[in-house]
Every structure is written in structure tokens, then in C-alpha cells.
């Protein structure tokens, strides 16, 4: 039976490579990193924009990886401003230069969301394993505010960094941010493989949770928080990608076009290249996107939940990775029979648990 | 009560456009993403970056042939809403 056709996609989260500079233990790409060789073409992806906008696509997402080890780039946001796709770069910065900035500010680039791995060199070259990323990430941090762009600083939280919360706060504050994201690591790929070494005690949590209130209350009127706890502490599960087709499509450095970034890990789930396909056709009518579209695939307790249109069942690759059936409710909820789980997890979870850096 | 001088102008970052295959208005913001109620749009359409509160009321007025003080403090409330939100600087 085929689907209503759906509405259009919000935003495209264009994955453009896997290759980073950086290592990071709690990296969500997955554990087979595509080699640039197998990478789109500058083609492709110009092709892809094209295909977007005309969908009704609003804002592209370029991430990887490090979109920055992407020599063409520039073309790329260059066409996304021609289409009038808002453009938004997911970068560690490390590679964001004097000249790289003015590049991607006269191509028409809107906004960058800034990583940071710590508030301090020491945590942030533990876990990225890039010396001296930190001061690279400063002065990449006052290039995009003397660009007159917005600034988002993002901090990636774990068992090893989650007691300086505050200090990462400070500085986001000191480079200028008008956003922040606190987001606790989600635990896909490489976060999944070192999820025993990183998730952090329910201690950690609440403490953090109180530093990001207090200090939200604090700068009320300067910038905004936005704070993302760890799933396996979590009542409700999050909206994955807004629901499974509903608003985002990724597609993957190869060109897989993916209805959440780790649906490669789903068994016999066929997924549609934009090497073969437009993503108007991938988004109406592939099996893929319409596997988990809407409610009516949903078993219970999803089914007959009220939250079901709100939540969307939760992630389907969260689900497979914790029960190994992708069709179930997400752990995470509490109405899940497999919740139980969870605790199971953070009680492993331990400091010095071995942690194994991304390939 | 917000003062009528103020010159409202979208936050940096913040892009207001009409997207033809919803055939509606939209507004793109870091991350974020409005579609924004008739009654902004009419607002939204009028900030330029240049114009105070007082004219777009006045003009605002004048399109919908509505008395001033009808729809004065509507349009202030509207503005300070989107400013809230972080879509508009005043």
C-alpha cells in the first residue's frame, strides 16, 4: 500500500565526508568510515542542492566528519545561497582560517555551530587527540564573530568532562555565542562502541542539569542554552530527526539517502542512493523513508500512546541497538518493556572503562 | 509598554522568505526554523531594518483600514514575541 504523499522536507543534513581531523571517542558517524574516494562528487552534491530546494528543502545541514576537508565547499554554500537554502556549517574549526572564512562569508554561508571537545586543552586533546585544537578553536570562534555571523558553541558531554560544564558555559559566553548547545554524547557509532567509558553518573547528570539552569536564568536576554540530556537517563524518548521521514533526510557522504544517520546499521533496509534517485523521489516513494513514516507502523505501547505523534516512537536505530529489533519502542521510554535495560547500561558504565578512538 | 521608536530588524542570522512550494511565508534562523502566523507575516513583511515601531503600525493601520490605537499594542505585543524568540533585534 502506498503512503499519502508526504509533505516536503525541512532541511537536508548534507554529511559531506567522514574524514576529520579530529578522533573524537564519542563520534556518531559509523564504524565503517567511508574513504574519500568513495565520496560524492562535487556534481553530485550540486545536483542534490538543485533537487532540494525545488522539494521545498529550507536549510542545509553541511556536516561529516569535518565538512571543511571538503575542498569544494565554498561551491557548495555558494550554490546552497543561489537557491536560497539556508546554509549552516557543523564544524571543529580547526581548519576554519582567516582565508576559509572569508571564503565561505562572501559564498553566503548563514550559520556555524562551533564544536568544542572541553573548556580546557587537556580534556579537549584527551578526547579529539589534536594537539593544540583547542587555541585553533578560539581563534575560529572570533573569525565567525568578526564575520558578523551568530555563533553557536557546541559542547559534547561525557563522563570525562561532565564537572566542567560551568567553565564550558564561561567560555562559550566569552567567545561571543548567541547559542550554546549542552548536548550529553548520543550513543551511535563510535559513542555506542565507548559508551561504557562515557556515559556519566546519574550525579553528573543532575549537577550539570543545575549549572545549565542556573547559568540559562543567569544569561536570560544574552544567549541560549540548549541542553540535551543523555537518552539512557530520559522518561520519553527524543523525536528522532523529528520522526522517521517526517522533516529531515540525511544523506551520507557516499550519497545514501538516510531517514536518521545511523539507519545504515538497520538490517535489510534497502537505501536509496542520490546517485541513482532524486530525493524527491527518495522522500516520496523509497521503502526506506516510508518503513517508519507516520504511526501505523508503530506496535505498543507506541500505538496507543498519546505522546506517539510527538515523540514518534523514538529512534529506530537506538531501538536496534539496544533490543537488536528496530521495530520495537524505543528503550528509552519508560512504557518500553526493554527499559529495564537502561539501568543495566549505566551501571556498567565506568571511568576507566577503555576508551577506542575513531579510525 | 514598549516605546514606539524602536527600530525592529531581524536578529543576525535570521532570514524572512516567501517559499513557493508551501506557498508560504517562512522564517530561517540558526537551527530553527518559524512558519510564521498571517498576522506576522503582515508585520514581518513591513521590517526593513530602517522603519520605527510607530510606522509600521501606521502603515499597518492604513493597510487594513483598522483605527491606530485598534491595533497598536497587537503589533507591539507581535514585535516583542518575535524579539523574544530571537528573531527580531530592537
Same mark, same amino acid.
Given at each position: 500500500m502506498s503512503a499519502p504523499h508526504p509533505a516536503p522536507p525541512m532541511a537536508l543534513l548534507a554529511e559531506l565526508t567522514h574524514r576529520c581531523p579530529l578522533k573524537c571517542f564519542y563520534c556518531s558517524n559509523p564504524l565503517e568510515l567511508v574513504r574519500a574516494s568513495g565520496e560524492l562528487r562535487t556534481e553530485d552534491w550540486l545536483r542534490v542542492l538543485d533537487e532540494a530546494a525545488a522539494i521545498g528543502i529550507l536549510q542545509v545541514h553541511f556536516s561529516g566528519g569535518e565538512p571543511m576537508a571538503r575542498k569544494d565547499l565554498v561551491t557548495l554554500v555558494r550554490h546552497a545561497a543561489k537557491l536560497q537554502l539556508y546554509s549552516n556549517l557543523i564544524t571543529s574549526g580547526v581548519l576554519l582560517t582567516d582565508e576559509a572564512m572569508a571564503e565561505l562569508l562572501e559564498a553566503g554561508i548563514d550559520h556555524i555551530q562551533l564544536s568544542f571537545q572541553d573548556s580546557e586543552q587537556q580534556g579537549a586533546e584527551f578526547i579529539g587527540g589534536y594537539k593544540g585544537a583547542q587555541a585553533k578553536k578560539m581563534d575560529a570562534a572570533r573569525r565567525i564573530k568578526n564575520a558578523g555571523l551568530p555563533l553557536t558553541t557546541n559542547f559534547v558531554i561525557h563522563r570525562h568532562n561532565a564537572d566542567r560544564v560551568g567553565a564550558m558555559i564561561e567560555l562559550g559566553a566569552e567567545l561571543g555565542s548567541s547559542r550554546i548547545e549542552i548536548a550529553h554524547t548520543q550513543y551511535y557509532g563510535w559513542g555506542l562502541l565507548n559508551r561504557d567509558g562515557l556515559l556519566p553518573s546519574r550525579e553528573q547528570l543532575d549537577r550539570t542539569s543545575e549549572v545549565v539552569e542556573e547559568a540559562r536564568a543567569r544569561l536570560k536576554g544574552v544567549l541560549t542554552i540548549d541542553y540535551v540530556i543523555p537518552d539512557y537517563y530520559a522518561a520519553r524518548p527524543k523525536a528522532c530527526m523529528g520522526g522517521w521521514g517526517n522533516r529531515f533526510m540525511n544523506i551520507s557522504p557516499t550519497g545514501k539517502a538516510l531517514p536518521?544517520?545511523? =539507519?545504515?546499521?538497520?538490517?535489510?533496509? =534497502?537505501l536509496p542512493s542520490v546517485r541513482d534517485h532524486s530525493i524527491g523521489d527518495i522522500w516520496a516513494h523509497s521503502e526506506a523513508f516510508q518503513k517508519f513514516r507516520g504511526t501505523e507502523w508503530m506496535p505498543e505501547p507506541c500505538q496507543s500512546c498519546d505522546r506517539r505523534e510527538i515523540d514518534w516512537g523514538g529512534c529506530r536505530c537506538q531501538a536496534l541497538a539496544l533490543t537488536g529489533r528496530a521495530d520495537v519502542a524505543d528503550p528509552v521510554c519508560e512504557k518500553s518493556a526493554d527499559h529495564a535495560l537502561l539501568a543495566g547500561f549505566i551501571e556498567q558504565a565506568d571511568i576507566n572503562a577503555p576508551l577506542k578512538a575513531r579510525g | 509598554m514598549s516605546e514606539e521608536s524602536v527600530v525592529p530588524r531581524l536578529a543576525p542570522g535570521v532570514k524572512f522568505r516567501f517559499d513557493a512550494v508551501r506557498d508560504a511565508w517562512v522564517l530561517l534562523a540558526p537551527e530553527k526554523l518559524f512558519m510564521p502566523d498571517e498576522h506576522a507575516v503582515e508585520v514581518l513583511k513591513l521590517v526593513d531594518g530602517t522603519s520605527t515601531l510607530a510606522a509600521l503600525i501606521d502603515q499597518l493601520a492604513a493597510t487594513f483600514d483598522a483605527p491606530r490605537e485598534m491595533i497598536a499594542e497587537d503589533v507591539a505585543m507581535m514585535v516583542r514575541d518575535l524579539a523574544d524568540k530571537g528573531v527580531l533585534r530592537l
Open positions: 536518521c544517520h545511523a =539507519a545504515e546499521t538497520i538490517p535489510d533496509l =534497502a | -
